[in-house]
Nanobody
Framework: EVRLVESGGGLEQPGGSLRLSCAASGFTFPNYDMSWARQAPGKGLEWVLAINSRGISTYYLDSVKGRFTISRDNAKNTLYLQLNSLKTEDTAMYYC?????????RGQGTQVTVSS
């Protein structure tokens, strides 16, 4: 059974930073592309970033380029999302996803709220 558990969210001021983590289990993590998606209140799911098994990343959202970084530690079966220079519009539930756009295998999410 695929299990994805996100952590690291919280309340941060504009301009601040957070690091999200996703602990993966139930599948061979190093073999899979992984993604982060987010959903703001009242809005649809947005795909943010993906990373392949070799650590090469793909940005899906132009607004996070230069601010967000995706990485993975295959030895620890863990996916990361570094969020820098946070903006109020980054407020959302952030989900770790096994696979890429369209995948339904995601965790319960971790809430990121950016507010002064």
């Amino acid at each position: 059974e695929v299990r994805l558990v996100e952590s690291g969210g919280g309340l941060e001021q504009p301009g601040g930073s957070l690091r999200l983590s996703c602990a993966a289990s139930g599948f061979t993590f190093p073999n899979y592309d992984m993604s982060w998606a987010r959903q703001a209140p009242g809005k649809g799911l947005e795909w943010v970033l993906a990373i392949n098994s070799r650590g090469i990343s793909t940005y899906y959202l132009d607004s996070v380029k230069g601010r967000f970084t995706i990485s993975r530690d295959n030895a620890k079966n863990t996916l990361y999302l570094q969020l820098n220079s946070l903006k109020t519009e980054d407020t959302a539930m952030y989900y770790c996803v096994k696979g890429r756009i369209g995948s339904a295998d995601r965790g319960q999410g971790t809430q990121v709220t950016v507010s002064s």
